[in-house]
């Protein structure tokens, strides 16, 4: 157990749902990261939000929303996804120049 | 080109092997992580250094940062050691990641 924990831990959508990832930490850290990882690549940044303003969008397609309304959850709202964006996504947090603590992961498949 | 260069890319030992994974990077940074990452898609934190060694168990981790090096060391290998090792580095605000190396250890 890493104090992040991510919901839900296995997803099935088609392309024209809506559906939303859900991570929250309970360690104090006042960073929260979205990563996407896929087969054979490295972790992908998508998104970072310090103290709950957004500080790095990495050129992330608008059918990736997020929402940080606290420093503790953050969301990403999944909209008309592709089945190319079937891939693991990692919520992780840290603070300062502690180490990232990473939740288990959303294993996401679209049909 | 990956800011993070790993290898192996996939390793197989037999129990009891003494383990070497390497790690490269290009870039400037203030900290380099090890991760751990089962089936099931969790990552764990291994080891964070900036400087020399550090031991935990049977893993061993060094880093060199004049020739932007390191290693993760595991001794008396074992099953449960089976899984993807990640080294990820800190620069700036900004986390790079390898491709990872995946380790299966066999009874």
């Known amino acids: 157990e890493t104090g992040v924990t991510q919901t839900p831990r296995h997803l099935v959508m088609g392309m024209t749902n809506k559906k939303s990832l859900k991570c929250e930490q309970h360690l104090g850290h006042n960073a929260m990261y979205w990563y996407k990882q896929s087969a054979k690549k490295p972790l992908e940044l998508m998104f970072v939000?310090?103290?709950?303003?957004?500080?790095e969008n990495n050129s992330v397609p608008s059918r990736f929303s997020p929402e940080c309304p606290n420093s503790s959850h953050l969301f990403l709202h999944l909209h008309t996804l592709q089945p190319e964006d079937s891939a693991l996504y990692l919520c992780a947090s840290s603070h300062d120049i502690s180490p990232l603590f990473f939740g288990s992961g959303t294993q996401l498949s679209v049909l | 080109k990956n800011e993070v260069e790993q290898s192996p890319q996939n390793l197989t030992a037999q129990e009891g092997e003494f383990i070497t994974i390497n790690c490269s990077y290009s870039?400037?940074?203030?900290?380099l992580h090890w991760l751990q990452q089962h089936p099931g898609g969790g990552i764990v934190s291994l080891f964070m250094l900036s400087s020399g060694k550090k031991k935990h168990g049977r893993l061993i981790a060094t880093i060199n940062i004049q020739e932007k090096h390191s290693s993760l060391h595991i001794t008396a290998s074992h099953p449960r050691d089976s899984a993807v090792y990640i080294c990820?580095?800190?620069?700036?605000?900004?986390?790079?990641f390898g491709t990872g190396t995946s380790l299966t250890v066999i009874p």
């Open positions: 939000y310090n103290f709950k303003e957004q500080t």
């Open positions: 990820a580095v800190r620069s700036g605000n900004q986390f790079y």
């Open positions: 870039v400037g940074i203030s900290a």
